[in-house]
């Protein structure tokens, strides 16, 4: 009887271990910022706000100047960080804004790619209408920000 006792209490303790074991919590995604979150962006959106003031002033005149130079050099210089600003305000974002974001983010960068191509081709034509969509989606990126 005694053996049937420690039998059955291993073969309890395992099943108990397996039950546990298999179980997990569920993740709940939050739903809301809390205060260090929203004080990250705000942080994240003033320096995207001030690239975008810079952008919106110095970018069109080298382009309609047909400084080339300009051009690739305010890109690469002042802009270069512009992607890496758009990714770390979207690591703060709610997990349902994060695909969008991301998405802008790779389509802003894509059209400065066009602009650089169309400064070393050394059309304006191509250079404007890059400008204008690096726009059009840096102001789209910019309204999934949440305000404070």
Not at 107 to 118: D, I, N, R
Request: hydrophobic share 40%; with cysteine; net charge neutral.
């Amino acid at each position: 009887m005694k053996r049937y006792r420690s039998i059955l209490a291993c073969i309890l303790a395992l099943v108990t271990t397996f039950v546990v074991g298999c179980g997990s919590p569920k993740v709940e995604i939050p739903k809301t910022y809390t205060e260090a979150q929203i004080q990250q962006i705000q942080k994240y959106n003033s320096d995207l706000l001030a690239l975008r003031d810079r952008f919106t002033t110095e970018l069109p005149r080298y382009i309609s100047a047909r400084n080339w130079v300009q051009v690739d050099t305010f890109i690469h210089g002042p802009l270069g960080t512009l992607l890496q600003e758009m990714n770390y305000l979207t690591k703060n974002l709610l997990p349902d804004a994060q695909p969008k974001a991301r998405e802008l983010a790779r389509e802003v960068f894509e059209h400065l790619v066009e602009v650089t191509k169309a400064a070393e081709n050394r059309d304006p034509v191509k250079a404007a209408s890059g400008y204008q969509e690096a726009l059009k989606d840096l102001d789209s990126f910019l309204s999934l920000v949440p305000q404070a």
